[in-house]
C-alpha cells in the first residue's frame, strides 16, 4: 500500500469528527437563527405585502462581515417562497452574489445573471445591453407576479460597474404593467449609502436596516447549535465553543470568524487523529486563519503594492537590527 493509499485508509477507518461538514459553511441555513428574532420579524413584516400582490419596499441592509445579514434575508425569503406556493401566490426570489467573478463584473453579465433565473438563455457576449432590458422586461411581465432581487454585498457590484446599474433596476418599475419588482441591497460598507447618488439613495433605501455584531454569549449559542448538527456527540470540549466565541467577539463579533475557527479546528484534530477537539486546536486553527487570509490579501494586491510589500521584507533580512524607514522602502521600491 502506498503511503497516499495509506493517508485515505487510516481517514477512512479512525476516528471521525464530523457528521455534518456544511452546518459550519456559510452557505448553510438553519432551521432557528439564534439572535436574530426582531431582524427577522422586521424584514419578513416589509415583505410580506408580497403576498397579497403588492410590491414590498426597497430595503438597504448594513452591518459588519459574520452579522447574519445574508443568513436572515435568504431564511426569509425561503420561507416567503415556501408560503406564496402554499397559498399559489406568485412571489419569485433572486439572490445575486456580487462578489462572484465573471458574474457580476459588468452589467450585461449581472442582467444574463437575472434573465437565466427565468430560464432566458443570452450568449455571453454580442447582445446590445439594451436588448437585454427589453428582455428583462418581457420576462418580468408575462405574468402578474413579485420579484424581489437581492444583491448581497451590493458595494462590490458599484466598485466594478458603478451605480447607474441600480438606478436603471431602482427604476424598473416604471416599464412594467404586470410585474412588480423590490430590490434588497446587503453590504459590509457603513458608509457605502452615503456616497450613492442622491436619486438612488431615495429609491434604494426606503427601508433601512442594521445588523449590530453578536456578543461572546450570543457566538456561544450560535456555535453550540451549529456544533451539534455538525459533529457527533462528545467530540467538542466546551471550552472550544467559549475560546472560539470569545476570539470572535474580539474580531468585530463576526460569526462567520466563529464558525471558521470551530471547523478548521476540528479539521486539524480529525487529520492528526485526535478523537476530540481541545483548546491547542483552535489555537493553532486561529493562527492558519490568519496566514492564510493575509496571504489572499497580498496575492489579491495590485503588483505595485505587492512590490511595495517585497521591499519591506527584503529590508527587514538585511537590515537586522537597524530601523527601516519610509525613504529606505522607497528607494527599494524603485
Do not use: W
Not at 128 to 137: I, S
Not at 185 to 196: E, V
Amino acid at each position: 500500500m502506498s503511503e497516499l493509499q495509506q493517508i485515505f485508509s487510516n481517514f477512512l477507518n479512525g476516528q471521525r469528527i464530523f457528521r455534518n461538514r456544511k452546518a459550519l459553511s456559510i452557505s448553510f441555513t438553519p432551521s432557528t437563527i439564534p439572535h436574530r428574532e426582531r431582524q427577522i420579524e422586521e424584514l419578513g413584516k416589509i415583505l410580506a405585502p408580497a403576498l397579497i400582490g403588492a410590491k414590498p419596499s426597497n430595503v438597504f441592509i448594513y452591518g459588519r462581515t459574520g452579522t447574519g445579514k445574508s443568513l436572515v434575508c435568504m431564511y426569509v425569503a425561503n420561507e416567503l417562497m415556501k408560503v406564496s406556493r402554499e397559498h399559489r401566490k406568485n412571489v419569485k426570489v433572486v439572490y445575486v452574489n456580487c462578489k462572484m467573478k465573471k458574474l457580476t463584473d459588468t452589467e450585461y453579465r449581472l442582467l444574463a445573471f437575472i434573465l437565466g433565473e427565468f430560464g432566458e438563455k443570452v450568449p455571453f457576449t454580442g447582445l446590445p445591453t439594451e436588448e437585454l432590458y427589453r428582455r428583462l422586461f418581457r420576462v418580468l411581465d408575462s405574468e402578474e407576479q413579485i420579484v424581489i432581487i437581492i444583491l448581497d454585498e451590493i458595494d462590490a457590484l458599484v466598485q466594478k460597474i458603478g451605480d447607474e446599474i441600480l438606478y436603471n433596476l431602482t427604476r424598473i418599475n416604471q416599464e412594467l404593467k404586470r410585474a412588480k419588482v423590490s430590490i434588497i441591497g446587503i453590504t459590509n460598507d457603513l458608509h457605502f449609502i452615503n456616497r450613492l447618488d442622491p436619486r438612488i439613495k431615495s429609491s434604494l433605501s426606503e427601508e433601512e436596516m442594521v445588523f449590530p455584531p453578536y456578543n461572546a454569549e450570543q457566538l456561544k449559542d450560535i456555535l453550540r447549535q451549529r456544533a451539534e448538527i455538525a459533529f457527533y456527540p462528545d467530540t467538542v470540549d466546551n471550552a472550544v465553543i467559549e475560546k472560539c466565541a470569545a476570539i470572535a467577539a474580539q474580531e468585530h463579533g463576526d460569526a462567520r470568524r466563529a464558525l471558521d475557527l470551530l471547523r478548521v479546528a476540528a479539521e486539524i484534530a480529525e487529520r492528526r487523529g485526535e478523537s476530540k477537539v481541545l483548546p491547542e486546536h483552535v489555537d493553532m486553527a486561529h493562527e492558519k486563519i490568519e496566514r492564510d487570509t493575509f496571504i489572499e490579501t497580498i496575492k489579491h494586491q495590485p503588483l505595485h503594492s505587492q512590490l511595495v510589500f517585497y521591499s519591506i521584507l527584503e529590508l527587514i533580512q538585511k537590515a537586522k537590527e537597524r530601523e527601516i524607514t519610509t525613504g529606505d522602502v522607497m528607494d527599494y521600491y524603485v
